[in-house]
């Protein structure tokens, strides 16, 4: 199931985490613990979501997190991170990724993982078990619209993303389904 949040919601940080929390607890009890994979590049502005939150839930230490505007998970290195992950107990990964779509500002949430690059026709390996994706450009015109993505879309909708994944983990965690 795949549930659409509006970035611009002034609730929505408050949605995306308990949409969140619904899918953890559906989840959890398969798995050992909760990894983020922060999936895209610092040199694309609009693939720049994915790093962008996993550098807000560096700072804020709720769970591992692979992919940062430092040290990105993109389409070269993805299998091999994908490959390490798995090597690391048995983790509930949850993948965040930029997407190209028609509702733009919308964030995604569904209880799949995504499919990284399908904008730009690249073939990449599934990732994570819940899959969250933030729409920050139309779809049509790969590479060159993700160039020209406006940087505040990016920057929003990452602390929306960031600001959900954090509240969800940790209250996640409080309630004892899982050792964080």
């Known amino acids: 199931m795949t549930f659409y949040i509006d970035s611009r919601d002034r609730n929505a940080a408050v949605k995306v985490k308990n949409t969140l929390k619904l899918m953890i607890r559906e989840k959890i009890s398969e798995f050992s613990h909760i990894v983020v994979l922060c999936i895209g590049t610092d040199?694309?502005?609009?693939?720049?979501?994915?790093?962008?939150v996993g550098d807000k839930l560096k700072e804020s230490y709720?769970?591992?997190?692979?992919?940062?505007?430092?040290?990105?998970?993109?389409?070269?290195?993805?299998?091999?991170v994908l490959n390490i992950i798995s090597?690391?107990?048995?983790?509930?990964?949850?993948?965040?990724?930029?997407?190209?779509?028609?509702?733009?500002?919308?964030?995604?949430v569904a209880d799949e993982g995504i499919k990284p690059g399908t904008a730009l026709n690249k073939d990449l390996p599934l990732s994570g078990a819940i899959g969250i994706t933030g729409i920050v450009n139309s779809d049509g015109g790969g590479m060159r619209v993700l160039q020209n993505t406006r940087l505040s879309t990016v920057m929003d909708m990452s602390e929306v993303i960031a600001r959900g994944l954090i509240g969800a983990v940790a209250e996640t965690a409080e309630e004892d389904f899982l050792a964080v």
Do not use: M
């Not at 040199?43 to 962008?52: C, I």
């Open 43 to 52: 040199r694309v502005t609009g693939d720049s979501l994915g790093p962008f």
């Open 62 to 80: 709720v769970c591992s997190v692979y992919g940062t505007i430092h040290h990105p998970v993109h389409a070269k290195n993805l299998s091999s």
């Open 87 to 108: 090597k690391r107990g048995k983790p509930l990964v949850i993948a965040v990724d930029a997407a190209l779509g028609t509702h733009i500002g919308s964030i995604t």
